[in-house]
């Protein structure tokens, strides 16, 4: 069977090849083709499958060479099976035609098979912020429940010693982002759907998202009217004073629509260099409106020496 070939994409690689450590674990264990028919979904499974051009690539590459890494599969108690990993190589397979598939079985717990069905999907490009918060979610509480501890709807501790990992570094395993970035995406889990549409739409930037999850859900029910009525999302300035006023108790339709009405201020745009490393280019006895002044100059001339250039 080959294994690769030159003119498949990065994206479809990225449906039909594992992790090493994945790989010498086939090795040890059983491939068996199973009829697509049998294979069903996991379940609250928050990836979606799209019909995008990577899939039309990933169809590409099953007809020409086959699935070269089986999915990941438990036993369900009707006798079928449910997919771990590989939702999107099965859908490939059925736009391909394909009756079959290749599957390892797994007798898994659900709290083991969550966080490998995360790890396996979290690496893919254009996972939309709201799938990354659920799935950031659905792993941080299975770690939670493997530890013996009860999970809080609202919390995300990330100090805690799990057989020598911390939380933090367990929630993190596998994934592209930082343990930070991921308290943030998981956080977009209290934002109301609607709003949370709107930060995969690009509508809402991802900070000032992250300000408006700690609204109470009738204010940003409240929030998603001013919205429509002003026609304006919120800027971070103003996704902070929102969530400040709700913490209060003061937020209420006026409040709201006086902070939403408000004229946004432009994003700042200064450059900073600190002056310990300009000081090597001066005399001591420079002061810093001095250097300036200097650079200013040097630009200048730079500049004209770039338009005389230009000109030639």
Known sequence: ?????????????????????????????KVTDMPLSELHP?????????????MKETVESIKTYGVLVPAIVRPRADG???????????????????????VIVRNLDDDAATII??????????ILPSE?????????????????????????????????????????DNSPDSSTQIQRFIRLNELTPQLQQMVDDKKIAMTPAVELSYLKPE???????????????PSLSQAQRLK????EGHLNEDSMLAIMSEEKKPE?????????????????????????????????????????????
């Open 219 to 233: 204010e940003q029910t409240l929030l998603l009217d001013t919205i429509e009525s002003e026609q304006a999302t």
């Open 132 to 172: 990354r918060a659920k799935a950031y979610k659905m792993k941080l509480d299975a770690i939670r429940r493997q530890a013996g501890r009860p999970s809080k709807e609202n919390s995300v501790q990330v100090g805690q010693n799990f057989q020598g990992k911390t939380s933090r570094d367990l929630l993190a």
């Open 1 to 29: 069977m080959k294994s690769s070939a030159k003119n498949i994409s990065l994206n479809s690689y990225d449906d039909i090849f594992s992790t090493e450590e994945t790989r010498e674990d086939e090795k040890r264990e």
């Open 244 to 247: 400040k006023f709700s913490a």
């Open 80 to 102: 079928s099976y449910e997919l771990i990993s590989s939702h999107r190589r099965k859908h490939a397979c059925e736009l391909a035609g394909l009756p079959t598939m290749p």
């Open 268 to 312: 700042k745009n200064d450059l900073t260099i600190k002056a310990d490393k300009l000081q090597k280019y001066f005399p001591k006895s420079y002061t810093p409106q001095q250097m300036e002044q200097v650079i200013i100059q040097l630009l200048d001339g730079w500049q004209k020496k770039r338009q005389r250039d230009q000109e030639r």
């Open 117 to 126: 069905m995360v790890d396996s999907n979290i690496q893919r490009e254009n």
């Open 42 to 54: 996991f379940p609250d499974h928050p990836f979606q499958v799209r019909d995008e051009d990577s």
